[in-house]
Nanobody, 131 residues
Framework: VQLVESGGGLVQAGGSLRLSCAAS????????IGWFRQAPGKEREGVSC????????NYAESVKGRFTMSSDDAQNTVYLQMDSLTPEDTAVYYC?????????????????????????WGQGTQVTVSS
């Protein structure tokens, strides 16, 4: 299983970025996949996760209405479109995947749902939002 993120960078507040996560080594439809982030001095948190079996996508309250997760099944790639960025969005963003097709919400918020974070992670991409 391999997850490779790209698309991070430096952007001014109010700007946009689109992150990509290219997945390989597993059947895209059999996994749940999502985006997570970790800011300096803070714990890693779920941003948006997708359950492949249900096709549903969930979002953290802090990003609802600003971030959109999508997938290109032909390319085995998921995206995170981030709009109206604020300095509070500054973090390393990770792509994660779990080998359960209906695990999206659980792996995004494991402490709330009695689950666990993804089994597989990408290397992360830095997003920095300047004020």
């Amino acid at each position: 299983v391999q997850l490779v993120e790209s698309g991070g960078g430096l952007v001014q507040a109010g700007g946009s970025l689109r992150l990509s996560c290219a997945a390989s080594g597993f059947s895209f439809d059999d996994y749940s996949i999502g985006w997570f982030r970790q800011a300096p001095g803070k714990e890693r948190e779920g941003v948006s996760c997708m359950s492949r079996s249900e096709g549903g996508t969930n979002y953290a309250e802090s990003v609802k209405g600003r971030f959109t997760m999508s997938s290109d099944d032909a390319q085995n790639t998921v995206y995170l479109q981030m709009d109206s960025l604020t300095p509070e969005d500054t973090a390393v963003y990770y792509c994660g995947a779990s080998p359960y097709s209906d695990y999206g919400v659980t792996m995004c918020y494991p402490s709330d749902y009695g689950g666990s974070y993804p089994d597989y992670w990408g290397q992360g991409t830095q997003v920095t939002v300047s004020s």
